[in-house]
């Protein structure tokens, strides 16, 4: 009997070559606007304790509630694929004494996550994040930093004008607990007219029906309590100041007062960069200030700010965008063409070549066949020049080289000289 065959896990996705060069270019540019930075790499396991998302993201999350791949081990411990990446960074840091102290840390890690969501454009129950953390740094000055340094990555991906920052503050604990009570009076005396989901936020999480996305629950927001009015003096203070940070490095901002985030944990400065190239799933980068989880997680009150930001979404942009520089998805400088009973000579050429040009990238033929099935290769290769090594040449210590460009004609070297001339050749060596 035919068995079926085996399938990746719906929303698990395969990144193939083709793809996989787009990745890698994305992750460098990333990478190298945190080294301009200064920020620094953490890397953490991908399964955690349980209790460790459910005491750091909050009970009444959809994260928590409906997304979470939890399973017991075989001692019978429960533990959980990361759904993101802060917690596992706070507990790192607790557990290694990063942060004691009060140390300042500015942390970055890239990594999947595993949410069982619905797939979908945009939404996977694999996807990949990179994320940043900053602790112990109180001032709005490093949430500037922040936003200047997603800024500045835009710019280095050529996409700065098709993403537009959106930022809010959510107060102080205390700022959002007088708050919740009236927003709560105020929607209760309302509840017939709510959405299912926000009726149910009523009692569970009244913040996170801000950002409903059901019109009429939006509409019957319009009248509710003012949360910027509810604002102590620090929270408002912290604000104004990140704003005028934000305006001197010119950095452009859409004020949303419905901006409140899906996670429990967060206080003062959120942001998220949205874009309306994607469609529903338009947040590509989204975070905020948090200075109580370090606290909640048992650890001394200490503050922190960190964002997270979605590689598949940003790779969509970019290809939507055409954005992908050429050279990107071009894998090869040379093909070694290796036509008869050449492969020892055209190896230790190869080698040859590899040793005195560290970057170069230099495919040799392998498997036979004549001069005509090699040549087709080298043109499909991608490659920009074709070294041509036949019984001939290695009797004559020769290479012939061929553009597959057409930019020049045929040329012969001896071998000793192909290093110098490939390095003259190529730009990047
Ligand atoms: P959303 O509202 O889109 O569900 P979120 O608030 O749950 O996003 P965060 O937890 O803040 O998202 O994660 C930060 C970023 O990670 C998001 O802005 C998005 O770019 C990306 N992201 C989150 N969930 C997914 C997913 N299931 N698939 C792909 N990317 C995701
Ligand atoms: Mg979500």
Redesign the pocket.
């Known amino acids: 009997m035919a068995q079926a065959k085996i399938k990746a896990i719906r929303g698990m996705n395969d990144i193939l070559p083709g793809q996989s060069q787009i990745w890698r270019y994305f992750e460098a540019q990333v990478k190298g606007a945190l080294d301009s930075f200064g920020y620094q790499e953490i890397r953490m396991p991908v399964v955690e304790q349980t209790h460790l998302f459910k005491r750091s993201i909050g009970e009444v999350t959809d994260i928590v509630e409906k997304e979470m791949y939890t399973f017991d081990d075989r001692n019978g411990e429960s533990l959980t694929l990361r759904p ?1 990446g802060t917690a596992s960074c706070v507990r790192a840091c607790e557990e290694h004494q990063l942060i004691a102290n009060n140390r300042q840390q500015r942390l970055w890690y890239m990594g999947p996550m595993f ?1 069982y ?1 619905r797939p979908q454009k ?3 129950r694999q ?1 990949h ?1 990179i994320g940043v953390e900053t602790f112990g740094i109180n001032g709005p000055d490093i949430d500037a930093e922040l936003i200047l340094m997603t800024h500045q990555l835009w710019q280095r991906l050529g996409i700065r004008d098709k993403v537009s920052l959106q930022l809010n503050t959510l107060g102080s604990a205390e700022d959002r607990a007088r708050y919740k009570a009236d927003l709560v009076t105020y929607l209760s005396e309302r509840k017939d007219q709510l959405d299912e989901d926000s009726a149910r936020r009523l009692d569970t999480n009244p913040l996170r029906i801000l950002d409903s996305k059901n019109a009429q629950t939006q509409a019957l927001l319009n009248d509710a309590p003012d949360f910027h009015s509810y604002l102590g003096e620090e929270s408002r203070e912290h604000f104004e100041q990140l704003k005028a940070l934000l305006d001197a490095v010119g950095v452009e901002y859409v004020i949303n007062p419905r901006l409140v ?3 429990d944990y967060y206080g003062k400065t959120v942001f998220e960069w949205v874009t309306e190239e994607l469609g529903a ?1 338009g ?4 975070g905020g200030r948090y200075d109580g989880l370090v606290e909640q997680l048992g650890g001394k009150p200490t503050a922190a700010v960190g964002f ?3 590689i ?2 940003l790779i969509l942009m970019l290809e939507a965008l055409n954005a992908v520089p050429e050279y990107v998805l071009n894998d090869l400088d040379v093909y070694l063409v290796a036509v008869g009973d050449v492969a020892a000579s055209a190896m230790q050429l190869a080698a040859l070549l590899r040793e005195a040009l560290p970057n170069l990238r230099l495919q040799m033929h392998c498997g036979g066949g004549n001069f005509k099935k090699q040549m087709k290769k080298a043109d499909e290769s991608g490659a920009r020049f074709a070294i041509l090594l036949g019984e001939d040449e290695v009797k004559a210590g020769q290479v012939s080289i061929k553009s597959l460009r057409g930019e020049m004609d045929q040329i012969s070297l001896s071998h000793d000289s192909v290093a110098q001339w490939l390095s003259t050749q190529l730009v990047s060596q």
């Open positions: 993101e949410r969501e945009g939404r996977y996807f994040q985030r899906g996670l799933q947040t590509v980068c989204a997270a930001m979605g598949e979404r």
